[in-house]
């Protein structure tokens, strides 16, 4: 198995600044804006250690910087069950005076041609820092579409008909991930390697995977610590995150691997008060910034009229009369006080958008506070690289690190508090971290230091009873301070864009879904629902067009519903609620309430984004045995028949027979096992769900409903199986005759009952 390599030695009497990149090695610390390498390693030791829960050796060397007053430490640790090699680093300033620190960059993991499987497919599983760049796989040396996904920082460009297949030509192909990558076919024994960063709140980390055509070595990972000239006082030391190398049998155990380490390296956890994911009415994905109080009184007298189960009401950005006041703007004359009551009266929690770290830069807080303003490395203010249609502002990244900002976060957020609102979306908080130029009043904090405070200042501001969703900000460093997480971009309602170059709605699908095992930590939201029909801007604002659109075809509509089933976290909707058509508010039945458990990505090989996502569901009445959902789709643009081999499935290795129903056309599709294929037809840009229900010997099978996708997981709360009939009830805030399925042993055959039970009805019998 590869492992970490040893680090490239430069001939002794060689430290100090290197004349080329060729000569850099990797083991490279930048101080004072000068690059040294380091070599002469010498041997300080070895002790025994636990690092990530798990237990082994840690051996040290160290190399003194010739012509700079410091020390590289360098740590290797390696458990003792072998699995797992990790790598950390020490920067010690041995002299009187501080020094600033830049990038340190050192080799992780490198497969040579010796240790590639010559038959397998070599690729690459990375995920990404920040929503908008796009995680997911690619193939080292070939330029398609997956790769140029991967080339993306921050979603400037990604096309969804690029081409497959084009060689790279002998083009740098290097690909920078955080906080982990998965490479498989590098090893002959088929273990998948695994590079992972433990940590994400020291500073921030990026992974390099390079694949150098005509070399004797397959690809390489390096490790790049981006320790933004960070200041180090005279006799202090700073450590770099470890990074850790292991093997798996797959991705998916790999990334499931990784949350654990990061979980026992950092100590952090999800928050023990996370309640159920909610269901989050969005004014945004609809109105933009041209939502008025007006609009409001009427979507809520809308809602009241004609209700649908939902627990939050979101007033998002324009509410508020500047970046930095957080006053009622005019767009609210009667005052957020009076919009928070108004919600609460209609049933639905308040909640409300902020954007902590930005702010404007005629704010007038700024002329008791100008520490508030955080400068870039030639004293200027950090300006925001914000647009939206109207605003001419320009925006300042607002400093968590300055002496005020406890005060400016505190008073915000005690003010809505006042007003009544406890769910808050916090947007583009990646500011602190998007610009390396940056510079704190804290000149001993890295942006990710900076970015972990703001966020436990905020966190402590909106008291632990708020709950807090983070829109645009690095992953990891929230761990513990966030109750939902934006998994992907912003949506649209189209499917395609009208230059084809610019990402598509099959993009944030993508996001989506290689982002749902996050789901262990937080509430993953996907983003809103935007499920009307209308070809027209509302209110003739072209500037919101593409907003207030709803062009999605029915089958385009309700794959973007099964998405939100997919990530198994919050559900949110944006619609201006009396023109919501009925077809359309009758799809959120299969999403509302959360499934609350997410999917796995099944093909992780197709070229721009899986098509099958298998989820195991727990149901809730204690009657029922686990099932899984297989979520098939079809990303052409005409229909499609799919063939699933069951036996290709992992989880339903070994499993004696399982009962097929297609959830959304409710059909019964027969028993079959690991030997048998399930053919199934999808439209164009669309989905079907398979519910995978194991036999194992009875003679009564749940077979569905025609409410949840789940099929009874959320919507069942009793199901008992007796000698001549089946009691169960059903729990669910839709008031909706519901059609529930069962099959029945007879004959040799399972054959389907069919039950209906009408609304408002909660206890059921079905006869056998």
Sequence with gaps: MASFASIQQAAPGTDGPPSSDAELGFACVTIDGVSWRAASWAGAGSAAATVAGHRGVISTDRCRLAGVACVLEREKFVSDCGRFAGLRFRVMNRGSEPIYLGELLAEAWRADASAVDADASLRVVRMARHKNDI?????????????????????????DDASAGDEGGGQDLSIYADPLVVLTGWDVNGVAQAVGVLGQTSHLTRLRVQADEGSDEAVAVDVVCELDQVRLEGGGDRATHWVFSYGSANAHEAIDTFAQLFEQQTGLAPRASLPAAPSVICSWYFYGRDFLEADLHHDLESYRTSPFPSDVFLIDNGWMDGFGSWQSGERFPSGMADAARRIGEAGLEPGIWTAPFLIQSDAEILSACPDLVARDRSGNPCVFPYSDPGMDYDYLVVDPTAPSAERYFTELYARLRAWGYRYHKIDFIRAPVSNPNIRFANPSMTRAEAYRRGLELVRRAVGEDGYLMACGGIYEAGLGLVDAQRVGSDVKGRWYEPDRSQAGYLVRIKQSVFRAWSRRWWHTDPDALQLRRRSEPFRGRDEFGHLSEGRLTDDEALTTVVLQYVTGGLICLSERIDAFDADRRAMLRHVIPSVNASARPIDLDQPVCPTMFLTRVTPGAPGLWPWWTLVVTNWEDRPASRDI????????????????????????????????????????????????????????????????????????????????????????????????????????????????????????????
Aim: glycine residues 12%; negative net charge.
């Design 645 to 768: 081999s069951v036996g290709d499935i992992a989880e339903l290795t070994g499993v004696g027979g399982v009962l097929a129903f297609e959830m959304i056309e409710q059909r019964y599709l027969g028993q079959v096992s690991s030997n048998d294929t399930i053919r199934v037809d999808v439209p164009a840009h669309g989905a079907r769900v398979l519910r995978l229900a194991p036999i194992d010997g009875q003679n009564v099978v749940l077979l569905g409903t025609d409410l949840h996708l789940s099929g009874g997981g959320v919507e069942l709360s009793r199901f008992e199986v007796e000698s001549d009939r089946v009691r169960g009830r059903l729990e669910t805030p839709w008031r909706l005759p519901v059609m529930l399925t069962l099959a029945r042993f007879e004959d040799g055959r399972f054959e389907p009952v069919v039950h209906s039970i009408e609304a408002g009805v909660t206890d059921f019998t079905i006869p056998l």
């Design 135 to 159: 995680p997911g796989v690619y193939w080292p040396g070939v330029v398609d579409t997956g790769h140029r996904h991967a080339a993306v920082d921050s979603a400037e460009y990604v096309g």
